[in-house]
Nanobody, 123 residues
Framework: QVQLVESGGGLVQAGGSLRLSCAAS????????MGWFRQAPGKEREFVAA????????YYADSVKGRFTISRDNAKNTVYLQMNSLKPEDTAVYYC????????????????WGRGTQVTVSS
């Protein structure tokens, strides 16, 4: 089992940038695929980005492609989400997730979740 803790959320103006971090516990972190999801008020949880255990493969939702970048540093047991050109519609609670296998776009494919970090983008 792995424990995940997100950080880096906050309030930013449209067009600005934030970098989210997700710190993971456990020596098996490097074998886990990692994903980022978000949930806005009144909406269901939405896929944002995912990365394979090696970091060699990444996946993005169409809504964030070209603006967000997912990366990982296995030596630090940390996955990142760099968010640029932020829009008000990016406002949500952002969650990181982990699975000891293939990365996917569906939340049901992930076994472990952080408690989330709030991102608010003002217009």
């Amino acid at each position: 089992q792995v424990q995940l803790v997100e950080s880096g959320g906050g309030l930013v103006q449209a067009g600005g940038s934030l970098r989210l971090s997700c710190a993971a516990s456990g020596r098996t972190f490097s074998s886990y695929a990692m994903g980022w999801f978000r949930q806005a008020p009144g909406k269901e949880r939405e896929f944002v980005a995912a990365i394979s255990w090696s970091g060699g493969s990444t996946y993005y939702a169409d809504s964030v492609k070209g603006r967000f970048t997912i990366s990982r540093d296995n030596a630090k047991n940390t996955v990142y989400l760099q968010m640029n050109s932020l829009k008000p519609e990016d406002t949500a609670v952002y969650y990181c997730a982990a699975v000891p296998g293939r990365a996917g776009t569906g939340p049901n494919g992930y076994d472990y979740w952080g408690r989330g970090t709030q991102v608010t983008v003002s217009s």
